[in-house]
């Protein structure tokens, strides 16, 4: 069954409208034209109102939404000749991360990212998206793999966040996140990182030090979700829609703060309502990164992204 968030509501039900005269059309052969044509002006203008005006929190929803593009929806329309590789060499291979090595628009890359479940059984095996230090330990096998061949890396993050799980905290969570850091500021090659959903934490964090970090229009990227704040700051969860505000979290937000780099826009209605054209966005806007960062040097990479990172946070001369 189709997941349809309170604000898309209307957009539903005029192409619903749509759909029933076309059909009526076909079975009675009446000329209905007319009345498609204003019925799709409407929805178009609607559908510019309600994108306009969207909250932080309704985009938080919109990057959560089960049928947007994951990261092996990606890996299937970007890469030819692709291999998934598993396991992290230690005897474990956490399915809330994946990596796929193939031909990208005639060049190999790394590809690696979160993957979430779209039902019951998929989630279970994925743990919704969350990775646990196994999952972690992978990736970097993975990168480094990368660097050895001279192969560009790109990372799709969408986690709610890390797995916080006893089981995981036992097997050194945090250390495993915090050498991801670590080891991704020294890599020889270019990495790309893009937010396609949501960027929860050092979850994210993990994947998420490259030289140039993209985000999908509806994509989040947060310190903590906006329940988990809410939870923190008034006791309630149901606050989240404030604490979403508070956050900044939005792609807009990022980019404004220099966290992200680039904006890529959604096709209209978002990235669920069109999967195969985000997939082919994000694919172009991927692809003129790799080759502005192909002119750098291995030592040029290392300095960029260093350079990158450290501006975070500063300071400008008027305080702000």
């Known amino acids: 069954m189709e997941l349809v968030l309170d604000f898309e509501r209307p957009l539903v039900e005029l192409g619903r409208r749509i759909e029933t005269l076309r059909q009526t059309e076909r079975a009675s052969g009446l000329d209905l034209g007319a009345s ?12 510019r109102q309600i994108l306009a005006n969207l909250t932080p ?16 929806d990606y890996a ?7 291999n998934e590789l598993h396991g992290d060499r230690a005897g474990q291979d956490d399915q809330a991360i994946v990596g796929v090595m193939g031909s990208f628009r005639g060049r190999s890359i790394m590809l690696i990212g979160h993957q979430k479940g779209r039902n019951t059984n998929e989630n279970v095996l994925r743990n919704f998206g969350m990775a646990r230090p196994d999952g972690y330990r992978k990736a970097l096998r993975l990168m480094r793999l990368a660097e050895r061949f001279g192969l560009p890396i790109v990372t799709l993050i969408d986690t709610p966040g890390a797995y916080p ?11 495993a ?9 020294t890599l020889k090659v270019p990495v790309v990182a893009c937010v ?7 979850g994210a964090l993990a994947l998420g030090v490259g030289n140039r970090v993209l985000m999908l229009e509806n994509a989040t990227y947060s310190v903590i979700s906006p329940e988990g704040c809410a939870a923190i700051l008034w006791h309630d969860r149901a606050e989240a829609p404030r604490a979403a505000e508070a956050l900044r979290l939005t792609a807009a937000d990022c980019l404004r703060f220099g966290v992200a780099d680039r904006l890529v826009e959604e096709p ?8 195969e054209a985000a997939i082919v966005s994000l694919a172009d806007a991927v692809e003129a990164e790799l080759n502005a960062l192909s002119a750098l040097s291995p030592s040029e990479l290392t300095d960029d992204r260093y350079a990158r990172f450290r501006k975070l946070g500063a300071i400008d ?4």
Do not use: C, F, K, V
Request: proline share 4%.
């Open 36 to 47: 498609i044509r204003e019925l799709e002006r409407q929805s178009e203008a609607l559908q």
């Open 57 to 72: 929190w309704q985009r938080t929803l919109l990057s959560r939404h089960p049928a947007r593009p994951y990261t092996l």
């Open 76 to 82: 299937a329309g970007w890469l030819t000749e692709s």
């Open 165 to 175: 799980g006893i089981d995981a905290e036992a097997r050194g969570q945090a250390e």
């Open 177 to 185: 996140i915090a050498r991801n850091i670590m080891e991704m500021a």
């Open 196 to 202: 396609i959903g949501e960027g929860g934490s050092g």
């Open 268 to 275: 209209a209605g978002g990235a669920h309502r069109a999967p």
């Open 317 to 320: 001369d008027r305080g702000e």
